[in-house]
């Protein structure tokens, strides 16, 4: 699995993004959120998510500029019925927080003024995905992040989260680690997390 790709910008539009890595040009689908964050960049870090669609033996990437977008991206085509147009869509007319806010407040209107996202599609979003955000799923933390530095957090959350531990819990877990000890190392956050978990 391609978690994602380091290199220069061959190719930047509104839509996509090539990626030279190594002499191989990576064409991956993004949103004009991940546009606008690469826009005047020569080089940069593109987070991918691979589809293969075997029926039709179509094989995607979709690329973000944070990981933070990917997780949110992965949420919402995890509802049935919403697929990756439909969520590259909409983060392509909202942010990262918008659309959350969409979801928690449960606002059909504006997730549904989405183009291709119709009443039936929105109110599906916030049945399914109401209660994941609002325990902390489809985001890397970053509420966490005014404390210790986000790499470190980010690492000790994914290291929790691949020992098995849900992504609510660990996040809970990590945000009472650092309410006590806000500089904890990542060794620090993991060995305080495993006591709690």
Known sequence: MIDYIKGNLAELTPTK?????????YDMEISLQTYEA???????????????????????????????????????ISVSGIGANSARMMLSSMSCDELREAIISENVAKIKSVKGV???????????????????EGSIGKELFNTS?????????????????????????????????????????????LKML
Not at 156 to 178: D, E, H, R, Y
């Open 118 to 136: 119709g009443v039936k599609s929105a109110q599906r979003l916030i049945v399914d995905l109401k209660d994941k955000i609002v325990k902390g």
């Open 149 to 193: 530095a986000p790499a470190e957090i980010e690492e000790a959350t994914k290291a929790l989260t691949m020992l098995g531990f849900s992504k609510p819990n660990v996040n809970k877990a990590v945000q009472s680690i650092l309410k006590s000890n806000p500089s904890a190392k990542v060794e620090d956050i993991i060995k305080a997390a």
């Open 17 to 25: 993004v090539v990626v030279e890595a190594y002499g191989v040009g």
């Open 38 to 76: 690469l826009q005047g960049k020569a080089a940069a870090t593109v987070y991918v998510h691979h589809i293969i669609r075997q029926r039709e033996e179509i094989e995607m990437f979709y690329g973000f500029a944070t990981r933070d977008e990917r997780e949110l991206f992965e949420l919402v």
